[in-house]
């Protein structure tokens, strides 16, 4: 049996070499590889062999099928690569057409981002609880990003914040901070989507309730939980006699619907310069249970949503009269949520374009 199996490995061999197209490389792998090939026959007689013969019968064929399988694939990448020379050779080739799309088991429609999946789930939540969906520019005014939310120039809290100003016609000289010495521009790519907040209230005035999703930059040290550009849902309520008990409730309402079970959520005090007072709303981390992960920096818990009531000086940014109205706010952060959602260990999957990582959400 050995001798065949030799005889067989040098006929299939000495085809292989001849063989001319794809569909000959085919034809042969069925012939000497496939159910009913030739291999597959030899090993069916085994039966017949004795116990020591067996063995040394079975390691040979197992030898020949990974030679053969060898051989296949490497006349295989011959023949594409004759049949590419070839199309490059032809004069009618136009090397300036775009070639086919990459499919990657996608669907030819396509297939929605994780982000745009949770936005949108989370548009319909909010719009069932009477909120209006508000969009605002990502190039932003400082007034609107900054000095209207109770951040003055110098306030501290800019330091973390204030990164990407943009350079405009009615800039100055632009400093290596980037900020202009005559202080004439006025352009930043927002850090937080809270301007928005700003610019409902000056179109819409009291009582409102919006949300406002979109995404972020900030200057941010990109690890798995960290990236420079990210996404954001503020949030927004303006009325009569506004406390934190209708804060937290509304935030009870909104994890509960976004992870349909109740999730396990502590309040801490945090210094925020818009709200006062100012809340963390942390969530027990969904990936180790509380244990301590990468994701979580190992505290068991994940800095998911800060929030508190709107700073009177806010509301009269805003042009309305913190003696007369109260309001509270949050903002969301995005691409955590999608994160804990999905079970996405690494923040930078999301904007990397990878479509091995995007064809998980058809």
Sequence with gaps: MLDQLKEIEGRALEQLSRAASLEDLLALEQGFLGKKGELQLVLRGMGALSKEERPAVGAAANELKLRLEGALAERRSALQAAALARELADPGFDPTLPGPAPRMGLPSAGALHPMTLVVRELEDIFSSMGYTICDGPEVE??????????????HPARDTQDTFFVRHPRAGKAQPSGRVADGASDLVLRTHTSPVQVRAMERFGPPLRIVAPGRVFRCEQVDASHEHTFYQMEGLVVDRE???????????????E????DVEVRLRPGYFP????GFELDARCLFCGGSGCAVCKHSGWIELLPCGLVHPQVLRAGGIDPE??????FGLGLSRLVMLRYGIRDIRLMTGGDLRFLQQFR
Excluded: C, D
């Design 274 to 277: 818009f709200v006062e007072p």
């Design 324 to 329: 007369q109205w109260s309001g509270f706010a």
């Design 258 to 261: 976004i992870f349909r079970r």
């Design 141 to 154: 005014l400082e007034h609107y990003n900054f000095n209207a939310l109770n951040i003055p120039q110098h």
């Design 242 to 256: 506004i406390s934190v008990a209708h804060l937290i409730h509304a935030m009870k309402t909104l994890l509960r």
